[in-house]
Structure formats: C-alpha cells, structure tokens
C-alpha cells in the first residue's frame, strides 16, 4: 500500500481498502522504522493521526474534500507551518514557531492530505548535500538496498551515501516510502538535485506558478517551491493543485487552465528533444554519460527530433548564480537579528554586541561566508562590478534559452548531476562552496532563466545507485513537460527500491542505539 501512486492510494481510501487512520499509521510506523535515515526533524504523530481521522470521517460519508484526502505528505523545514516549529535546519530558528502556514502547504491542508512532519536540509537551504543542517546530514536510503550493498561491497555503517540537497530529507521521506509527495524548495537544483540521487521525480516549476508565501526565502528572484513524487504523473496532480495566483506573493502569475491529469498516449513524433552541448560539463561520469546517450536514442528511435543546441552563456551561470545569491542573501538574512524572533544572543552589553553575537552563534560559517561575500558584492564601489554585472550575465542566459525554444525545440534533456550520490566521507572534504559549484552545474541555469525542469530517474549506477536526468522546458509548459517525462518513464521502467532491499534495509539498523538512528553519524 505504500507503495502506491498518489492516483492508487487515493482509489484504495475511497473504496474502503485501507482507511485515512490506517494509513497514517503505517507511515508513522514506516518513519520510526527507516530514522536512522534522519529525513525528519519534527514528526507531526498526534496532528496526522487528527487530520486523518478527520479524513476518514469525510470519506465514510462520502464526501471528500479532494484528490488528496486522507494522503500523508511531508514538508521541508523552510516551508512556514502554523503551531508547528519551522527550523530552516539552523540554530537561529530551532525554536520559532510560525502563526501561518505557507500557501502550498495550506492547499495541501485544503484538500485534506495528512501532514507527516518537516523533513531535514542543509542550513537555510545553502548546500547540495544536506550535510550542513545542524540536526545532522540526511542517509539516501540507497544506502541501505541490495543493490547498492552487493555492486560496491560496502557497509551502511560506514559508507553510506549521501541524499542530496537541500531539499535531501524531502527526498529521502518519498524515496523511503514515509510519505507519498512532499514539497522542497529549489533556488539552484535543491529539489531536483536530491531527486536524482535517491531516485524519484523531483520538479521544479516555472518560476510565479506556485506561490513563495511562507518560504523562508533564500534567493526572492530564484526560490521556487518544488514537488517531491513517485512518478510525473503524481507531480502533475500536485502543481495542478498548488498552481495559481496568490494575492500575498505578487510574483505569481495566474495559471494556465489545464487538467490535472497527464494524457495516457502523448505522441513524441511531434517534439524535437535538444541536447545542449555545454552540458559536456568536466567531471561528468561515464555512467551519467551513457544513460543520457541512450535515452536520446530512445528519443529518437520513437519518432523524435534530436538535435544538438548551444547555450553558449552557461559556463558563466554558476558564478552568476553566486553573486547573485550572496547578494539576496545578504539582504535576507538581515532580518534575523535577535529582536523580534528566533536565536538572542545573552550578550547585550550595547545592541551591536547583540547583533553581532546572535548572528554569530545562530548561524553557520556557509551562511556566514555568504552574508560577508554577498555585502562585499554590494557595497558601493563594487555594485556595479559584480551584482550589475551578473544581472546582465542573467539576462543573456536567459535569452540563450529562449533563442532555443523559439528555433523549434520542445524540450532540453540533459543530466541532472555530474555522477551517482557520493559517499558521505568523500562529499565533506570538500567546502560547501566548491560541492555546490560542482552538484549546481546543470540545474542552476534553469533557476536563473525562471524555466521549468523535472529531474526523472532512468537507471541505475553501476554502484548500484538511482541516476537521473533532467528535462527542462518552456516558461509555462509545465504540463507539457510532464507528460514527455511520463513518457520517458514508461519507456525506462526504473524500479524504486524493492521488498527484498527493504528486508535488507531492516536487518542493516537492527541493534542500533537510539542515538546512532537519530543522529545518523
């Protein structure tokens, strides 16, 4: 029953196959069982038992509020819940409360799903591992499958893998079954790039489709709430559900009137697949390399026009991406000075004593280094230099994009990270700056153009690990993006990770203490 499509489990609750309540527990049971994980760092038990009880109620009456009711469903820990502690994974906000729900999340509520719990990151969302949170780094939990465990003879102890970041313990919590969708946010490939790693889709909308209300912001221009799922054609029910226009986010954009279900017989013979040549990027794997080959030809035997396209600006989008980050950054992170919420430091002897310690013991040294570069950039013998520059280096690959869709291609296809999720020890020695550089590479442009992007897994390492690759779209064509996605599902058959590694995933943590399983280091 777990492992059911969102479309599945929703038939089995309205046929009486399982109950809200029922399922809630097996989720609860599921998380308790897979926390050595630590895709989690609040479980919401009493507040989904309420709100699926409260479900099962409506369904036995026979009035269900939506296609999600009784469906459990986690939230990354940037995302505003109301009553409920939102964290950003930093010691600055480990004990704010927020009075509000942010808007996807008070849609989701609206259609009756079951609020599970807030999921694991990297601290305020900077970072592609999530290793950087201050509850500790997310277990992928590949990790722990057969496959893994038999193709590279290693340990879970001692050499488990990483999720991915920042948006890892979303990813995880779908990936280990606890929850069937989940929200991340994705301002550089956030959401896609942990998708890719622990093997489900991972969609990152067109920038204005779904609001930002209540995402704790990293980059107001780039942030983008992203759907977390088992399959496109789940994530094309949630953005049909999260879509539209909010009037406290005046980037939205009213949404295009379509349905929420994906077309079962959509015809590649009439697309034209590009293949960006930049995207050759150093570092690529050879079995990255070989899964994005042959599924171009896959492309291309149905019917499809492949052609090769240059984005001749992309080599310059990441070290756009990070001044214009750093500088975002800096402007954002200003609120949180010790007065109205969050972290106060003890040391008050004048208010710049207070401010200064606050902001040095609630945040780490990568949001630190980022508000000192981001100030750098913007200071004013320099503004012109870096961050007016860096608009203009935007502007030109975003046009690079748009003289692309407008020749006549349908859609990108590239991969979505360089290789297969790292081992944790080998991923920390670098800093977070150069991992994100190098994690960043292929999904970064696409926040910067404001485009849509699905990272889709296709196959599996030869370590035995889930490989994804991306396809990015027209601004708006979000469907339409799906659908192809759908279409490369069907035609790949990945398996998520099966009964028999679950077993295995069960024996590896039996005997652990309490503290290992929760701290997962």
């Known amino acids: ?77 940037n995302f505003s819940t109301r009553n409920i502690k939102t964290t950003c994974g930093s010691r600055m906000l480990k004990d704010y409360t927020p009075p509000y729900n942010a808007t996807v999340v008070q849609k989701l509520l609206d259609q009756g799903a079951v609020l599970m719990g807030k999921t694991n990151m990297d601290e305020f969302a900077m970072g592609s591992g999530s290793t950087d949170g201050i509850f500790g780094p997310v277990r992928n939990p590949w990790s722990y499958a057969t496959s893994y465990l038999t193709q590279s003879g290693a340990s879970p102890d001692s050499d488990w893998v990483i999720s991915g970041g920042s948006s890892g313990g979303s990813a995880a919590a779908v990936a280990s079954l606890t929850s069937y969708l989940a929200l991340g946010s994705d301002t550089g490939g956030s959401t896609r790039n942990p998708g890719a790693l622990c093997g489900v889709v991972a969609l990152k909308p067109t920038y204005g489709l779904l609001s930002r209300h209540g995402l704790i912001p990293l980059v107001n221009s780039m942030d983008v709430p992203g759907i977390i799922t088992r399959s496109a054609a789940d994530a094309a029910i949630v953005l049909g559900i999260l879509q539209g226009f909010d009037v406290k986010d005046s980037t939205t954009v009213p949404s295009p009137s379509s349905p929420q279900e994906l077309p079962e017989d959509f015809d590649v013979r009439n ?61 954002n992170m200003a609120r949180f000075d010790g007065l109205e919420y969050g972290h106060r430091s003890e040391m008050n002897s004048s208010t710049e004593v207070m ?107 030869t370590r035995g690990l889930p490989i994804g690759l991306q396809l990015i779209g027209p601004a708006l064509e979000d469907r339409k993006l799906l659908s192809i996605a759908q279409w490369l599902e069907e ?31």
């Open 271 to 331: 697309i034209c697949v590009g293949i960006p040549k930049e995207y050759h990027a150093p570092g690529l794997s050879q079995d990255i390399l070989a899964q994005w080959s042959r599924v171009a030809d896959l492309f291309e035997s149905a019917g499809a026009r492949v052609k090769q396209v240059s984005l001749p600006h992309t080599p310059y989008s990441i070290v756009c991406y990070h001044v214009l980050c750093c500088a975002e950054v800096a402007s």
């Open 355 to 461: 401010y200064t310690s606050t902001r040095h013991e609630g945040f780490n040294d990568v949001v630190r280094g980022r508000i000192l570069s981001g100030n750098y950039f913007l200071l004013k013998q320099n503004y012109q230099h870096y961050f007016v520059k860096a608009q203009k280096v935007r502007r030109l690959i975003a046009d690079d994009f748009r003289r692309v869709f407008s020749s006549g291609v349908d859609v990108l296809l590239t991969p979505t990270t360089l290789a297969d999720a790292a081992r944790y020890h080998h991923f920390t020695q670098e800093d977070n700056r150069t991992r994100s550089t190098q994690e960043d590479v292929f999904t970064q442009p696409a926040n910067v153009a404001g485009l849509p992007a699905v990272s889709v897994p296709v196959s599996l390492s």
């Open 1 to 77: 029953m777990l492992g059911l499509t969102l479309k599945g489990v929703s038939l089995a609750l309205r046929e009486g196959r399982i109950s809200p309540t029922e399922l809630c527990r097996k989720c609860l049971n599921r998380i308790k069982k897979t926390q050595h994980l630590n895709a989690y760092i609040t479980v919401t038990e009493e507040l989904s038992l309420k709100q699926a009880e409260q479900s099962e109620t409506r369904l036995r009456q026979g009035v269900p509020i939506g296609p999600l009711d009784g469906i459990p469903f986690a939230v990354k820990d």
């Open 491 to 521: 035609r790949v058959g990945f398996q998520s990770i099966s009964d028999s590694d679950d077993s295995q995933q069960s024996r590896n943590v039996t005997g652990r203490t309490q503290r290992e399983q929760t701290s997962a280091v």
